[in-house]
T-cell receptor, first 104, second 115 residues
Framework: GQSLEQPSEVTAVEGAIVQINCTYQ??????LSWYQQHDGGAPTFLSY????GLEETGRFSSFLSRSDSYGYLLLQELQMKDSASYFC?????FGTGTKLQVIP | DTGVSQDPRHKITKRGQNVTFRCDPI?????LYWYRQTLGQGPEFLTY????????KSRLLSDRFSAERPKGSFSTLEIQRTEQGDSAMYLC?????????????FGPGTRLLVL
């Protein structure tokens, strides 16, 4: 079976940096994806790591360590609109999701 | 590119009734996925198609659920003899490529309420 674990909730201040962790146990592994989902909305793709290391896309970065079965999403210069749920995913298996609340 | 569309957006039905949902993927995308999502949870994989072939079904997909993609374009998901536990958001996603690690583009979902 496959499972991905994430913290359920994170709160951070506007303008700050927040890291959302993801640990996975999978039978096969091509890479780790991250999706954002606002309340009532559909998941939207943020980032993908196929290899170990850091991928940067604007304010968002994602990191992968295959040897540790671990990855994280880093959000910088937080904005109120970043308040959403964030999911890590391996192929068609999604994590439990982390609800991020950005406060003024 | 109009994105992934789903119809209907909302469905209320009585227990025991059959319901059918439609998904229109991004036109050139060869892969189409169905997921179910309940409040506070991540999307839960149901099944996926590569073109018209249904390549994988989750063990969670009971025999009351069936999906088709007859011409490799749009897809339908039917739930027979609905139960209250079927109440959820049903999401469709599509991707272009050879593997499930390709970026998936999600539709807005169909919210089902079984009374």
């Amino acid at each position: 079976g496959q499972s991905l674990e994430q913290p359920s909730e994170v709160t951070a201040v506007e303008g700050a940096i927040v890291q959302i962790n993801c640990t996975y146990q999978t039978s096969g592994f091509y890479g780790l994806s991250w999706y954002q989902q606002h309340d009532g909305g559909a998941p939207t793709f943020l980032s993908y790591n196929g290899l170990d290391g850091l991928e940067e896309t604007g304010r968002f970065s994602s990191f992968l360590s295959r040897s540790d079965s671990y990855g994280y999403l880093l959000l910088q210069e937080l904005q109120m609109k970043d308040s959403a749920s964030y999911f890590c995913a391996v192929e068609v298996t999604f994590g439990t999701g982390t609800k991020l609340q950005v406060i003024p | 590119d109009t994105g992934v569309s789903q119809d209907p957006r909302h469905k209320i039905t009585k227990r025991g009734q059959n319901v059918t949902f439609r998904c229109d993927p991004i036109s050139e995308h060869n892969r189409l996925y169905w997921y179910r999502q309940t409040l506070g949870q991540g999307p839960e994989f149901l099944t996926y198609f590569q073109n018209e072939a249904q390549l994988e079904k989750s063990r969670l997909l009971s025999d009351r659920f069936s999906a088709e993609r007859p011409k490799g374009s749009f897809s339908t998901l039917e739930i027979q003899r609905t139960e209250q536990g079927d109440s959820a958001m049903y999401l469709c996603a599509s991707s272009l490529g050879a593997g499930p690690q390709e970026t998936q583009y999600f539709g807005p979902g169909t919210r089902l309420l079984v009374l």
